[in-house]
């Protein structure tokens, strides 16, 4: 079973940074893609980037490519994003997820393909 924990979250002014982290616990080794997603109230869950973790392939939804970016360090078993000129629009909770199957481009950032996730970790931007 894999277990996830995010941190990081906060409040911030637009234009602002935050860093999120996820700590991935057991049996790791199973793991092959990670990724965050996010969930503003009322709106369905968002894919926002992914990595492929045998390869480091790095995959970004359009709506936050060149501002965010997905790190992971195998070392400390940990997932980072990498949150940059923040905009109210970008307020939701944000979640970490990892699975074990393969993917496609289509489905790397889709919710229904990653079986383990995080409680999540809300972000608030102010105008």
């Known amino acids: 079973q894999v277990q996830l924990v995010e941190s990081g979250g906060g409040s911030v002014q637009a234009g602002g940074s935050l860093k999120l982290s996820c700590e991935v616990s057991?049996?790791?080794?199973?793991?092959?893609?990670m990724g965050w997603f996010r969930q503003a109230p009322g709106q369905e869950r968002e894919g926002l980037a992914a990595?492929?973790?045998?390869?480091?392939?790095?995959f970004y939804a359009d709506s936050v490519r060149g501002r965010f970016a997905i790190s992971q360090d195998s070392a400390e078993n940990t997932l980072y994003l990498q949150m940059n000129d923040l905009e109210p629009e970008d307020t939701a909770v944000y979640y970490c997820?990892?699975?074990?199957?393969?993917?496609?481009?289509?489905?790397?950032?889709?919710?229904?393909?990653?079986?383990?996730w995080g409680r999540g970790t809300q972000v608030t931007v102010s105008s």
């Open positions: 990595i492929y973790i045998p390869f480091r392939n790095i």
């Open positions: 997820a990892a699975d074990s199957r393969p993917k496609s481009m289509e489905s790397i950032l889709r919710e229904t393909d990653y079986d383990y």
């Open positions: 057991t049996n790791t080794k199973s793991v092959k893609y």
